[in-house]
């Protein structure tokens, strides 16, 4: 990504991109490129002159860069660059082979959710102090390092790999195919399908007021779910909003086989999408759509007290647990959950009906 060199020139002379940009030239308005669109989408022609001058590399190097080259719109990529997940196993890589931690393109479209290449989850808050304010580079060593923009942490994985769940195998298929509706092009069925299911899960149901996506089994919407415009929700939702976007999207449309993983859409929401399409296959989907839907009870298999004992210890004597304990008492509310979650995702227990239907 183009904005990603440009932050790994700009931290070798220890400042901010707009320093920099600042110092190329009169005509240079940092304020108006900023965002994917003016920076990795379409930077323009005397953004791209003035970098490649002051750097003295092929301006035709940059502009290949620009993410307009390829055969998707600007509205299915993540407009905020701090609500892009990043694989902090592939910055792992990047630091062991001696080369600057970058910011792949792939991580910018709004169904990267996963990493095909480690099957780890993308990250867009830090593991050290969990905060969410995004990532920055730094110099680190002669290296550009991907950092914590509040603890300055270098981004790292730091950990063995984690058993490969159902619910991240889902994602991935659910990644793949959306991927493969927008390479079909933007007049696509599907593609447009898409589009259209996340505007209405993000649209005010008549009810009581909230989002059509709250009656997916989402108990309560945070605010760090919700996304910048309800008209772009894929572009403008952070991470965790784009993927209980996504989840819902895959069971309107029944992507992935979404249906028979984690069950069907509520009645009214189906028909309600259907309602605002006078296609067949919209037609088809509301009549399969059963009306009284009776789920399989889904068990579980116990943990032994020991087990918890076990697990509890563990936390309790990880460098992440001892790092926060001079912090506030919120910030080490939410550490301690952050780092039960990943204990309990380390040691996962066995189910008798794969992916949980209610909470994705």
Known sequence: MLSSWQERVACRYGC??????????????????????????????????????ACRVDAGRLARMAL??????????????????????????DHTAGRDHYLRS?????????????????????????????????????????????????????RADRVVSARQNFLLALAGTVTLAIEEGP????????????????????????????????????????????????????????????????????????????????????????????SRSAARRAARQPRNVERPATTYAPRPDAEYRALAEQILASPQWRAVQSASRIERERALARLMDEALDRAPRDRAAGLDPAAP
């Not at 110092?23 to 108006?32: F, N, S």
């Not at 290449?117 to 680190?140: Q, S």
Request: charged share 25%; with cysteine; proline share 6%.
């Open 187 to 278: 007049e696509g069925a599907t593609a447009k399908d898409i589009m259209r299911a996340a505007r209405l899960l993000w649209s005010s149901s008549q009810t009581s007021g909230k989002p059509f996506i709250a009656w997916l089994g989402q108990s309560r919407l945070s605010v760090n779910d919700m996304p910048a415009a309800r008209d772009e929700p894929l572009a403008t939702a952070s991470l965790s909003g784009r993927m209980l976007t996504l989840f819902g999207i895959a069971r309107l449309l029944d992507l992935a086989d979404a249906r028979s993983r984690i069950g069907p859409p509520p009645l009214f929401l189906a028909e309600e999408f259907a309602a605002g399409d006078l």
């Open 68 to 93: 307009r080259r390829q055969a998707r719109a600007s509205n299915w990529y993540i407009q905020d660059r701090w609500h892009q997940g990043v694989c902090p196993a592939c910055l792992d890589e």
């Open 16 to 53: 901010t991109l707009r320093v920099v940009e600042s110092w190329l030239g009169p005509d240079v308005d940092p304020g108006r490129r900023g965002g994917l669109i003016g920076r990795d989408f379409d930077p323009g022609d005397a953004m791209i002159t003035f970098w490649a001058r």
């Open 106 to 158: 792939v991580w910018s479209r709004v169904e990267a959710m996963i990493c095909p290449r480690h099957m780890t989850m993308l990250r867009d808050t830090c593991g050290l102090c969990f905060a969410r304010t995004g990532f920055r580079f730094d110099c680190r060593e002669g290296r550009g390092r991907l950092v914590c923009g509040s603890c300055s942490a270098p981004v790292s994985f730091g």
